[in-house]
């Protein structure tokens, strides 16, 4: 398990979020080229971030005044790379090292590949950025 650095904004964004939504976040990851956050939060605490009807993170998106995304985290790395293509469907996903590099290979439904990377491959860019802050993961392969 690799560790996550947090920057003071990175912490900030953090308490606003668990003081809105009394869920419990792990990491903040701003992504500003797509002026989103992606939060990480602790497993089991998906339905509390997201609030009734949504409420919750539409609290949060309206405070902050980006987009927001929520990940539900794993200590299994095969769930923790799932959870983060979320909505995608994931036929298989398995995790193989080679030459000392963690790599995971993820099987998606050939229609929802394009989902699965995303405009400008921002999807994509966020599941290998976070697999690699949470475990270890340096690629993502989309087969």
Known sequence: MSEVRLSTEGLRYIA?????TGARAKDCYEDSENNRLIFVVKSGDMGLAIGK????????????????????HSDDPV????????????????IVTKENKRIAYVEVLTKEKGLAIGRDGKN????????????????????
Not at 16 to 20: A, D, G, I, T
Not at 53 to 72: C, D, M, P, T
Not at 126 to 141: C, G, M
């Open 16 to 20: 606003l979020f668990e003081s809105l």
């Open 53 to 72: 009807g949504g409420e919750h993170i539409n609290r949060v998106k309206k405070a902050i005044g980006k987009h927001i995304e929520i990940i539900e």
């Open 124 to 143: 994509i860019e966020k599941v290998k950025k976070l697999s690699l802050r949470h475990h270890n993961i340096e690629d993502v392969i989309i087969q």
């Open 79 to 94: 769930e923790f790379v799932k959870n983060a293509f979320h909505p995608v469907s994931i036929r298989n996903a398995n």
